[in-house]
């Protein structure tokens, strides 16, 4: 597996996640004449190779659009919903070539549901990316298959490392990993939301509640991104002793904020669960 100018990418599907790969690897030189995305929709096909300058397939117009992509792939990354991945996965073991690297960022398909479609002995890999991703500033998590080698999964972490931080788990942790970084972005905006509520309670206006609540948080997220930012660190230095801020932090302790977003953690994950077994039926 390689990103050097040889390798030949496809993108089974090209949502919005698949899209930002898409757009990060390009910009780190990979050539467009090796890359081909395969899509649902003519219109959407046209649109990724006016935007892009890669080679696209609709499989509305041609039923064995993926099939055909994937012939010459040295990657192939599967972007389509949950519920489609291991018939996508079927469809495509017979064209593999037996070093292909298959790469899913679908939530709840495991890696053994995938190896049991593919080939044996077929490279796998299981993402977990967040939707920051699309500006860069996402965090992927990956999950080496049976066959996945270590220098496969290094050439893995710099497809994804345009995406933003690359972290390598165990696949017995992606739901952690879910429920964390997957569903986290929600969190920080269900704060945002619940921040300008409360400032127009305080008698703020609607519009400027919104723009201090977004703002506030987008520089925030802003500082944590910075090289060897730590959150604990940054809340005691805007913390002082005796002030209004220390005021809120301790009416949020005593409400119990910490033990609800842990509640949330725990119910993610168990959701992410039960739909890899709903999967599995």
């Known amino acids: 597996m390689s990103t050097e100018t040889s390798a030949r990418i496809v993108f089974l599907g090209c949502g919005s996640m698949n899209e930002a790969i898409l757009g990060g690897l390009l910009a780190g030189g990979l050539p467009p004449a090796n890359v081909t995305a395969t899509v649902r929709r003519p ?6 190779a006016d935007r892009h300058g890669v080679t696209t397939l609709s499989n509305n117009e041609n039923p064995r659009a993926n099939v055909e992509a ?6 192939v990354i599967m972007g389509v919903k949950p519920v489609g991945i291991q018939s996508l996965a079927a469809e495509i073991a017979p064209n593999l070539k037996p070093d292909t690297v298959v790469i899913s960022v679908a939530a709840a398909v495991s890696i053994p549901m995938m ?6 002995g077929q490279p796998v890999i299981r993402t977990m990316p967040n939707t920051p991703s699309k500006v860069g500033r996402g965090v992927v998590a990956l999950a080496a298959g049976t066959h996945a080698t270590d220098a496969i999964m290094a050439k893995a972490k710099e497809i994804f490392t345009a995406s933003g931080t690359v972290v390598v788990v165990p696949e017995d942790q992606i739901d952690a990993v879910s429920a ?6 929600a969190y920080a905006f269900y704060l945002a939301e619940a921040m300008a509520a409360a400032g127009e309670k305080l008698g703020l206006d609607a519009e400027t509640s919104r723009v201090l609540a977004r703002d506030t948080v987008a520089g925030a997220g802003a500082l944590l991104s910075e090289p060897d930012a730590d959150a604990e660190a940054l809340r005691i230095a805007v913390t002082s002793p005796g002030g209004t801020t220390a005021a809120a932090l301790e009416t949020f302790t005593a409400k119990g904020l910490p033990d609800v977003i842990e509640a949330g953690a725990r119910a993610a994950a168990a959701r992410a669960a039960e739909i890899t077994a709903e999967l599995q039926k």
């Open 115 to 120: 190896e049991a479609e593919l080939p044996d």
């Open 70 to 75: 994937v012939a010459d792939a040295d990657i």
């Open 180 to 185: 964390v970084s997957g569903s986290g972005p």
């Open 43 to 48: 219109e959407r096909a046209k649109e990724l």
